[in-house]
């Protein structure tokens, strides 16, 4: 049994020391409670409807969201939009389709079935539009930078007058949390920017938080049922894992030695 | 094989036996007599054998609806994760399995070196094992291409321009590899070929590497040669195939855990941005895995001279067996080996650490320093140390330690308190 610890003990140190090279880029960023995190973490859901209004009045003018569909606004574990104001979201929207019977492309609103409308045809498009930089696509973003949501939060809060010193051309801001220091966005949330239909108070933070929370559901749609199945399997584990242990001991002890 | 001739009790068995002796195998695959003494460091054989078959069993599905295609791969994993029935999962078993193979064949692989398991009569089965660990690192590398992210281009990019460093037709050779001048769609083809044809060959490979084992048997922590089948063996099943499956448990809790909790912890965050030959990552660094390798290869200043030393450090293991000149196997009575054992654990855990890191500075002057103590230990301290170093007597048997004499090793002190 000593060296059952042994080995646990040995592997919890080696993974840690990798998960702390991979850590490694991580400056101290602003820290908020996210219900998401943890075994039983689930997400708010308030606060992911919150989100999508942000992501959709503020940050979809810019960037887009192309492998998120609108079936997935009322799915579980998301938003959790009902099926009708799913459909009245998407019938917002307008996409091209075709060709009809007639050759001809046309014009339809968008249903469940289509991905998020793009605000740009294409990267060129946006790079156009932008001063050069390309915004980027925000499905999987929050998984995309080393920091995740706490780097996307520290982000969006992070805007400063830029210090004495440092000259920013035109188009360019200064942001604490942003490699280099340097971005083109421009400050994207003020207090009431959007107007929240539950009556939370629009503040910066609780936009930012809002609309992280909702990234990280686009990035990670599945994370409830992964949280859910995987408290099931691991208790699972452990108790076959005593089970098999009692098996053991019982069939070792029909010979004289030490397991 | 076995030492008693196995007949079936069942006529049709027999029969069937006597056309293709399957039956006997799994007799002697039960019966095969295992030294009793066993620790738990010998359990991760099993371990790698669930590894492997998870691999593929995962990889296998996640082939029905992956895309090797350059403009189409970001999106088909992206496809699995959110539309597929649990693709999610299995890609995260598939993508975290990578990490725990490597984990457990790096525990192996030291639990070898301690044990001294590569000596006489076992090199063949050692050698084995090396070219499997190199397939496994091939395979890896060309897997982590696969979802064509950031990391995964200019992975790809930074290792296979290591062969231009090759004189005269080190150019011509990474084009080949390539299909084209650059990274590009024939090269994620053909790495997906490779990476789905790889792990037949190293399960093939492991059938070989047991079929080696079965022949000398196991090593075991005293090192020394067991008579078999005897009161210092129990047969495979159930002794060994309980412990197996009990060490397995844990290791799958441990498994679960990343899966379930982290699982993207031990990846790139850069890897969910779409690849993108236009824009260079800050910093390119492999899977922890290959850390050690990668500080090696950086650690030299000249890139062929780097990419030898790099292959060196591995190869050279397949050496092992004639560069280690001592007699004796296990560690437990080697008490200067046991010493520079500890200090190669480090040397490598060191290695691992500033491959992570940029190559500069204090880093580089770390990286060459442990580069240069990784090929010591090998050529130099080894092979002296066959001759020079005072060992402690072996015991005669597992079961029966000298008499009067007071071996370190802990089995044996198990054994007089029970006797």
Redesign the interface.
């Known amino acids: 049994m000593k ?2 610890f042994k ?2 003990y ?3 140190f ?2 840690a ?3 702390q ?2 850590a ?1 880029e991580k400056v101290d960023l602003l820290k908020t409670d996210w219900s998401f995190k943890g ?1 039983f973490g689930k997400f708010d859901r308030g606060s992911l409807q919150r989100g999508y209004q942000v992501y959709t009045e503020v940050c979809a003018g810019c960037h887009s969201m192309k ?2 569909s609108y079936r ?1 606004l009322s799915e579980p574990g998301g938003p959790e939009f009902s099926e009708e104001q799913a459909k009245a979201i998407a019938a917002n929207f307008e996409v091209t389709d075709g060709p009809n019977s007639d050759g001809e492309m046309f014009i339809r609103p968008a249903k469940l079935s289509d991905k998020f409308v793009k605000p740009f045809e294409n990267v060129k498009a946006a790079q156009a539009a932008n001063g050069g930089a390309y915004p ?1 696509d925000m ?2 973003l929050a ?6 949501v706490d780097y996307i939060y520290s982000l969006l809060l992070g805007y400063e007058d830029a210090p004495s010193g440092v000259t920013l051309d035109d188009g360019v801001y200064y942001n604490k949390y942003m ?1 280099g220091n340097k971005i083109k966005m421009s400050q994207p949330l003020m207090d009431d920017a959007v107007e929240y239909s539950d009556g939370t108070k629009a503040t910066e933070e609780q936009m930012a938080k809002d609309v992280t929370t909702f990234l990280m559901w686009a ?4 994370l409830e049922s ?2 859910k ?3 099931k ?2 208790l699972y ?2 108790l ?2 005593i089970l ?2 009692f ?2 001991k019982k ?2 002890s029909r ?5 | 094989m076995s030492d008693h001739e196995y007949v079936p009790k069942s006529k049709f068995g027999k029969w069937f036996n006597d056309r293709l002796p399957l039956l006997t195998l799994a007799s002697h695959l039960a019966d095969y007599p295992t030294p009793k003494n066993l620790n738990y460091w010998w359990t991760f054989g099993g371990i790698l054998t669930f590894c492997l078959i998870t691999q593929i069993v995962t990889g296998l599905t996640l082939a029905m609806h992956y895309i090797a295609h350059a403009d189409l791969a970001f999106e088909s994993v992206e496809h699995i994760m959110r539309d597929v029935n649990y693709g999610w999962l299995i890609r995260y078993i598939h993508s975290n399995g990578a990490s725990m193979f490597f984990l457990a064949v790096y525990i192996h692989i030291f639990r070898s070196l301690f044990y001294g398991s590569y000596k006489s009569p076992r090199e063949i089965i050692w050698i084995i094992g090396i070219i499997i660990y190199l397939l496994m690192m091939a395979a890896a590398f060309m897997g982590y291409v696969l979802p064509w992210g950031q990391m995964s281009f200019w992975g790809a990019t930074v290792i296979t321009n290591l062969f231009s460093a090759i004189p005269l037709v080190g150019v011509g050779i990474v084009e080949w590899l390539w299909g084209g001048y650059s990274v590009d769609n024939p090269t994620l083809t053909r790495f997906f070929t490779l990476h789905y044809l790889i792990p037949f060959l190293i399960l093939g490979l492991v059938v070989l590497h047991i079929w080696a084992l079965h022949i000398p048997g196991n090593n075991n922590p005293v090192g020394i040669d067991v008579k078999k089948p005897s009161k210092d063996t129990v047969p495979f099943h159930p002794y060994i195939v309980i412990k197996d499956a009990f060490a397995l448990l844990m290791f799958m809790i441990i498994f679960a855990f990343f899966v379930f909790y982290s699982p993207n912890i031990l990846g790139h965050a850069d890897n969910y941005i779409e690849a993108n030959p236009m824009v260079t990552p800050a910093h390119i660094v492999p899977e922890w895995y290959l850390l050690p390798f990668y500080a090696i290869l950086r650690s030299v200043p000249d890139k062929l001279m780097g990419v030898i030393a790099m292959l060196s450090a591995i190869l050279i293991l397949a050496a092992l067996p004639w560069l280690d000149t001592s007699k004796i196997r296990s560690a437990v009575f080697r008490p200067l080996y046991k010493q520079f054992y500890w200090i190669l654990v480090v040397d490598v855990l060191i290695l691992g650490y500033v491959g992570a890191m940029p190559a500069e500075g204090l880093y580089l002057l770390i990286a060459r320093v442990a580069t240069a103590y990784y090929f010591i230990h090998f050529l130099i301290i080894l092979p002296v140390l066959g001759s020079k170093e005072k060992t402690i007597p072996l015991p005669l048997s597992i079961t029966e330690p000298v008499l009067g004499g007071a071996p370190m090793a802990s089995a044996v002190k198990k054994k007089e308190s029970l006797n």
């Open positions: 060296n059952i080995i646990t040995l592997i919890i080696l993974l020391g990798i998960s090279i991979n490694e075994l492998y998120v997935n980027p499905s999987v998984k995309a930078r080393s920091g995740g490699y990035a990670e749609p599945h992964r949280h199945m995987g408290f399997a691991i584990l452990i076959l894992t098999v242990y098996s053991m069939i070792w010979i004289e030695s030490e397991v």
